[in-house]
Every structure is written in structure tokens, then in C-alpha cells.
């Protein structure tokens, strides 16, 4: 069951989802995206990254993934953000994790709008994030 109470400045639970280098290769399969600064430290460090990055389409992944978690798969009308910072995938069994926290912001004419904050580690990786969704 969704755990959203539609009110404005209803601050909705945390939602945390590991990211490994094995999460990496799966959504690669998935998603046909083979960029090879989702695997490989030495061309991800070549081209100025700090290590092997997640795909940006998979941290918005997450972050639909809490939004469906939290509204019970209410349908989402409007879904966006900017890529600020990537999430740096470190080559170890337990890797790095996404948190994905939400405040709704507003609820009229049927939609509820909740602004989101996306964080790996203490970075935030999305800038404006924000999801609206139908009630």
C-alpha cells in the first residue's frame, strides 16, 4: 500500500536503493546503453570522471521507482530533473546507494506535485527535481 498522505508539506519516507557495479551491467542489458564509462574505471578516468558512473536514466529509474512506492503506482503526468553530479559506482560487492526523499509541494486540479531531493552519499546528483502525479 502507498505510504503518500496528499498534503502539502507532507515530507514522504526516505526511500534508499543500492547501486553496484552488477546494477550497472543489468540496466546496460536493459537498456542496450553500453557507454563504456559504465564499466570500465580506465575510460571513465580518461574522459575526466572520477571513477565508473550509473547511467542518468537509471537514477531516474530509482527515482520513479520510490514515487510508484510511495503513491502505489498512481500514473505520473510530469517527471523531470536536471544531472548535476553522477553517482560514482566504486568496483566492491557493496557499491553505493540512491536516496530519494519527497515533500509534496502541491494537490489541486487532480494532481499531486512533490518536490524531490536525490542524493549518493552526501552529494545531491539531481538538480529541480520534482515528479507530479494524478490523484
Known amino acids: 500500500m ?14 534508499t536503493y543500492p547501486v553496484t557495479r552488477a546494477s550497472l551491467v543489468r540496466y546496460a542489458g536493459a537498456s542496450g546503453d553500453f557507454n563504456p564509462i559504465h564499466w570500465s574505471d580506465r575510460i571513465a578516468t ?3 570522471l572520477p571513477g565508473v558512473i550509473a547511467h542518468g536514466m537509471f537514477t531516474m529509474a530509482l527515482v520513479a521507482r520510490a514515487v510508484s512506492e510511495w503513491t502505489d503506482g498512481a500514473e505520473v503526468v510530469d517527471f523531470g530533473a536536471k544531472f548535476t553530479n553522477p553517482v560514482v559506482v566504486p568496483d566492491d560487492d557493496e557499491g ?16 499531486a506535485t512533490i518536490a524531490l531531493t536525490v542524493v549518493s552519499g552526501d552529494q545531491k546528483v539531481l538538480g529541480m527535481p520534482k515528479v507530479s502525479v494524478r490523484v
Open 46 to 48: 580518461a574522459v575526466g
Open 96 to 111: 553505493t546507494s540512491v536516496t530519494v526523499n519527497g515533500t509534496v509541494k502541491s494537490v489541486e486540479d487532480g494532481l
Open 2 to 15: 502507498s505510504d503518500i498522505v496528499l498534503e502539502v508539506g507532507a515530507e514522504l519516507t526516505p526511500k
